[in-house]
């Protein structure tokens, strides 16, 4: 079975500072994507940033990039020039393909990350 | 056209009515799901429909009756909820059901309230 840990319920980061949320993650599953999603205070989902088990680089979109160290099984998220925007709760989430048909997303506990002055 | 809506933003039913919530989307998407998030937890997932088919079911209440009309509508019908099926009812679409790559769009979501 697939498990996804991240072990920072809270964070606080000063603006226009970079922070790195942490997430790792167990599967026996050679080929796996991992994905992270930002849900701020309204609810709705916001996918920010995806990587493949066998993407050569690390993944970047924008202000996002990930961490990616697959030896130790990683995908830690960092968000540079945090903006006051940036605070929400942040998901690192895990997909499998089911033999039936779509994509099973499996998401860890959550950060919540606040943004200050 | 880019997102997933949902509706009705807000539901308070009584343990004996009848609703439905709904889920639209106009991107092609083949593969649509069903999440319930309680305050303070993950997403967890309930239902995926694979081109119009419901391909998992993660052992969800009979109270729960998911239906997909079309490629573009999810429906969840609700009937005798309890009090603790409370939570963010969450929608998502993605392109391919079959490509991991392909991330999951999620709507803003319906808050029900079960009394």
């Known amino acids: 079975a697939q498990k996804i840990t991240q072990t920072q319920p809270g964070m606080f980061v000063q603006e226009k500072e970079a922070v790195t949320l942490d997430c790792t993650y167990d599967?026996?599953?050679?080929?796996?994507?991992l994905f992270w999603y930002k849900q701020p205070s309204s609810g709705e989902m916001i996918f920010l940033i995806y990587q493949g088990s066998y993407d050569q680089q690390n993944a970047t979109e924008g202000r996002y990039s990930l961490n990616f160290q697959k030896a130790r099984k990683s995908a830690n998220l960092v968000i540079s020039a945090s903006q006051l925007g940036d605070s929400a709760m942040y998901f690192c989430?895990?997909?499998?393909?089911?033999?039936?048909?779509?994509?099973?997303?499996?998401f860890g506990t959550g950060t919540q990350l606040k943004v200050e002055l | 056209d880019t997102e997933v809506t949902q509706t009705p933003k807000h539901l308070v039913m009584g343990m004996t009515n009848k609703k439905s919530l709904k889920c639209e989307q106009h991107m092609g998407h083949r593969a649509m799901y069903w999440y319930k998030q309680k305050a303070k937890k993950p997403p967890e997932l309930m239902f995926v429909?694979?081109?119009?088919?419901?391909?998992i079911n993660e052992s969800v209440p009979s109270r729960f009756s998911p239906e997909c009309p079309n490629s573009s509508l999810l429906n969840l019908h609700l009937h005798a909820l309890q009090p603790e099926d409370s939570a963010l009812y969450l929608c998502?679409?993605?392109?391919?059901?079959?490509?991991?790559?392909?991330?999951?769009?999620f709507g803003p979501g319906t808050r029900l309230t079960v009394l």
């Open positions: 429909y694979s081109y119009e088919k419901l391909s």
């Open positions: 998502a679409s993605s392109q391919d059901p079959g490509v991991r790559s392909n991330e999951q769009f």
């Open positions: 599967t026996s599953d050679p080929s796996y994507g």
């Open positions: 989430a895990m997909r499998e393909i089911s033999t039936g048909g779509g994509n099973k997303l499996t």
